[in-house]
């Protein structure tokens, strides 16, 4: 495990810990733990210089530059909530325009989504866009048109995956639906396929399925290698990012295969 990687987990559960032993409530402990997982996020502003040099003690200006990761992090200067029945972004767009921002981050849905990216176009903010799987969807596409080019989203599946059985899925539902597939659609056809595998395997008999399926390791999807499921359930699988290209199609920009991060019981213990 990377050494930056080690001190920030061990930094969250000793300052989580402590907040649990001070009798703090739990939403309290939670933001410790991930101030202290992330503590030291300047350290990539610093990190070419530091691993960079040669070996051997820092002179003195060498410390007071290193220093400065303290105050290099990320900061959130704005966050903004909006309601399901609001359509239109502008004065949230030109509120962050004024905050100077480096990036967005927006947990929405495809109608939002398109909103926020046309937005950012016409009021000429050079920015980075970031959404989540609700974005994930053609009528993003459709109805951001031009405006999308450039969105990133984290989502599961992969549109440039060579898994032929993936690029036979997209053919296919193209084909079928006239549509470029989304990642629901997709995420519902693996979740059958986990199902006619259990068929096969052991039957229809209810406590030999959930046995089965809960000792599933390594299972082809179309959204990529189901690594296995943790205790509580929820599929362990890399998280694709991808973005949208001037064809105002999505396309593989990088993945996040961290077991650290992707798997859920081994992130509860780092931030709780």
């Not at 016409?122 to 989540?132: A, H, M, N, S």
């Not at 080019?149 to 984290?154: A, D, F, M, V």
Request: hydrophobic share 40%; net charge negative.
């Amino acid at each position: 495990m990377n050494d930056a990687v080690r001190h920030g987990m061990c930094v969250s559960v000793l300052a989580s810990e402590l907040a649990r032993e001070l009798g703090c409530d739990e939403e309290f402990i939670h933001k410790v733990a991930v101030a202290g997982m992330l503590h030291d996020v300047g350290k990539l502003q610093v990190s070419p210089y530091i691993y960079g040099r040669r070996q051997g003690a820092m002179k003195i200006e060498e410390m007071r530059y290193v220093r400065l990761h303290a105050k290099l992090g990320a900061e959130i200067v704005s966050e903004d909530y909006i309601a399901i029945s609001d359509n239109d972004m502008t004065s949230v767009i030109t509120k962050i325009k004024d905050e100077k921002v480096d990036l967005i981050y927006m947990p929405n849905y495809y109608a939002h989504a398109s909103e926020v990216c046309r937005q950012v176009a016409l009021q000429g903010l050079d920015v980075k866009i970031l959404g989540c799987e609700g974005a994930d969807s053609w009528q993003l596409l459709e109805t951001a048109g031009e405006y999308a080019k450039g969105l990133y989203i984290t989502t599961n599946m992969n549109r440039d995956d060579a898994n032929e059985g993936t690029q036979a899925y997209i053919k296919n539902y193209q084909a079928e639906y006239k549509m470029e597939p989304d990642m629901v659609g997709a995420s519902v056809y693996d979740a059958f396929q986990v199902l006619f595998a259990a068929f096969e395997n052991v039957g229809t008999d209810p406590a030999a399925m959930r046995d089965y399926i809960a000792g599933l390791k390594d299972f082809d999807t179309v959204t990529g290698t189901l690594m296995y499921y943790t205790s509580a359930g929820s599929a362990v699988k890399p998280v694709q990012i991808q973005q949208v290209g001037d064809d105002i199609l999505f396309h593989s920009y990088g993945i996040i295969d961290d077991i650290n991060i992707i798997d859920g019981d081994k992130v509860e213990k780092v931030t709780y």
